[in-house]
């Protein structure tokens, strides 16, 4: 596959907010296939607000999202699907009366056919939720709970996922575990676009890195290179003592 092929994911100067003035402003990154993009920056950078506009759920006042080379910009976000895009809010919803299972087949309805096979085969990638299958959701760990909303992301075979800080209010040793899922998931040829809290590990992680600041692009390059960078070492990631 090209390089260009592998583009899966473009936006360019994008201009969002939420009626006052933009929060981001002119923002331009790109995901690419079986890659992790990330997002890093301060508290209030925008970072939620940049992936919301990609995802629909705010309209754009200017620039283009791209997805395979679709101009879906500002389509709302019942038309994900067919935009080949699953986003998952920073705060996971799961159904809770609903059980693992149930909530998979919801995440699965726009499917033309197939969803009990695609469940076998996400159970297989979050053995967890294979033996919770039955559980109610509202009976899960938050951990656990958010396993099953990246799992019922990926119900409708997404060629970008999109997921706003997975580990957001879990314990630090959930940390690990979710980048182990998120890596599983970029080697079946996903391109995942994704905000995380712990900006070293994110970097670590990351073939691709976008520095958000004040709504706008600062610095991007390879995750690792970032890392050596003494701008981002010393205002967004900390020095280890
Ligand atoms: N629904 C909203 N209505 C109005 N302003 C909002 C809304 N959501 C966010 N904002 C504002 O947009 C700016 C950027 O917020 P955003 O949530 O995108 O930042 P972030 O980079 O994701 O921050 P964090 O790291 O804290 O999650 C902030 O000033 C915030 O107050
Ligand atoms: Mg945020």
Do not use: C
């Amino acid at each position: 596959m090209s390089t260009a092929d592998a583009l899966v994911l473009e936006v360019d100067v994008l201009t969002a907010g939420y009626g006052g003035a933009p929060v981001i402003d002119s923002v331009s990154i790109n995901a690419r296939r079986g890659a992790i993009t990330a997002i890093v920056g301060p508290n209030g950078a925008g970072k939620s607000t940049l992936l919301k506009a990609i995802a629909g759920l705010i309209r754009p006042t200017s620039g283009t999202v791209k997805v395979m080379g679709v101009d879906v910009t500002g389509q709302p976000a019942e038309k994900f699907v067919s935009k080949g895009l699953a986003y998952v809010p920073q705060v996971a919803n799961v159904f809770p009366d609903l059980t693992v299972r149930e909530n998979l087949d919801m995440g699965g309805y726009s499917r033309k056919g197939g969803v009990r096979e695609r469940i076998e085969q996400l159970f297989k990638l979050f053995p967890d939720l294979a033996a919770s299958s039955h559980r109610k959701a509202s009976t899960l760990s938050g951990g656990q709970r958010t396993m099953l909303a990246l799992a019922r992301g990926l119900m409708v075979d997404p060629v970008v996922l999109i997921l706003d800080e997975p580990s957001a209010g879990l314990a630090p040793k959930f940390q690990g575990l979710i980048w182990e899922r998120i890596e599983q998931i970029r080697s079946t040829g996903v391109a995942v676009l994704v905000i995380e809290q712990n900006t070293r590990e994110t970097l670590k992680h990351a073939q691709w890195a976008y520095v958000l600041v004040l709504g706008k692009n600062r610095l991007e390059g390879p995750g690792k290179e970032l890392l050596d960078d003494e701008e981002v070492v010393n205002l967004y990631v900390g020095r280890l003592s």
